[in-house]
T-cell receptor
Framework: KAGVTQTPRYLIKTRGQQVTLSCSPISGHRSVSWYQQTPGQGLQFLFEYFSETQRNKGNFPGRFSGRQFSNSRSEMNVSTLELGDSALYLC???????????FGSGTRLTVV | GENVEQHPSTLSVQEGDSAVIKCTYSDSASNYFPWYKQELGKGPQLIIDIRSNVGEKKDQRIAVTLNKTAKHFSLHITETQPEDSAVYFCAAKDDLSGGSNYKLTFGKGTLLTVNP
């Protein structure tokens, strides 16, 4: 089985721009979660989708948004980028409640 | 919300020694406790997990113990090898309450170094 695929792996953007990150979950997994990882804050939950519905959202500003498509692929969008948005963005997929999460390798976003 | 504390932040051991990493959680509703290993340039990899109806689980050199009363759980790695060197994260999740609980809350991580 292919793992969780995140694209792109690396991204450099300028303050004020917007960015879209993509995540393809493991085949058959309907739950997709997004996490932000920084040296200072560690791993922080952004949002979780199941069958195209957002079930939970973390404490991030409205500039962070996401969606899930009917094939379970997910995208997250960050608008009006700030320097502090520089981080590793991780996507994880799961078959659902009571199952573990498998993470992708992440997208390294650098805002300059 | 849930809060997970992880100790120590760094741990250095000699090859062949054992390593223990400890975590405490605050939400008594949490019932799922995974451990992840993250190597440089990679995403976290699930290495073992435990649910609250079990007190201990082993997988070869790795074991996890859970004390629900004290709200703490630990990762034990025996006969450590240089390839065990990585950052280890504990996490907690409430699988059953639904709603705002569909998320993992992570500890801050432990950098484990195994010296040959």
């Amino acid at each position: 089985k292919a793992g969780v695929t995140q694209t792109p792996r690396y991204l450099i953007k300028t303050r004020g721009q917007q960015v879209t990150l993509s995540c393809s979950p493991i085949s058959g997994h309907r739950s997709v979660s997004w996490y932000q990882q920084t040296p200072g804050q560690g791993l922080q939950f952004l949002f979780e989708y199941f069958s195209e519905t957002q079930r939970n959202k973390g404490n991030f500003p409205g500039r962070f948004s996401g969606r899930q498509f009917s094939n379970s692929r997910s995208e997250m969008n960050v608008s009006t980028l700030e320097l502090g948005d520089s981080a590793l963005y991780l996507c994880a997929s799961s078959e659902g409640i009571l199952y573990g999460y498998t993470f992708g390798s992440g997208t390294r976003l650098t805002v300059v | 919300g849930e809060n997970v504390e992880q100790h120590p932040s760094t741990l250095s051991v000699q090859e062949g020694d054992s390593a223990v990493i400890k975590c405490t959680y605050s939400d008594s509703a949490s019932n799922y406790f995974p451990w992840y290993k993250q190597e440089l340039g990679k995403g976290p990899q699930l290495i073992i997990d435990i649910r609250s109806n079990v007190g201990e689980k082993k997988d070869q050199r790795i074991a996890v113990t859970l004390n629900k009363t004290a709200k703490h759980f630990s990762l034990h790695i025996t006969e450590t090898q240089p390839e065990d060197s990585a950052v280890y994260f504990c996490a907690a999740k409430d699988d059953l309450s639904g709603g705002s609980n569909y998320k993992l809350t992570f500890g801050k991580g432990t950098l484990l170094t195994v010296n040959p």
